[in-house]
């Protein structure tokens, strides 16, 4: 079940800049670790996305969400 990036994440903060850039994206699958000290987010969207861009995301997942554990995004 595909949902888009913003109502997966509704409480995430982002810059304008990348929260423009993530509106359309759509979250296909996640997938955390047994140990659950990660977290795989398997994305799609119909422009290309920079890395810089899924790394600033990436962190942010991680300091506003997650509290430090390890995310991927694919």
Do not use: P
């Not at 942010?60 to 995004?73: N, P, S």
């Amino acid at each position: 079940m595909e949902r888009l990036f913003s109502e997966v994440f509704s409480t995430l903060k982002l810059k304008d800049d990348l929260s423009l850039l993530m509106d359309d994206v759509l979250v296909t699958r996640v997938v955390r670790s047994k140990a659950g000290d990660s977290l795989t987010i398997h994305i799609s969207s119909d422009h290309i996305i920079d890395k810089a861009s899924l790394k600033i995301t990436g962190n942010e997942i991680r300091k506003q969400i997650l509290k430090g554990a390890d995310v991927r995004l694919r």
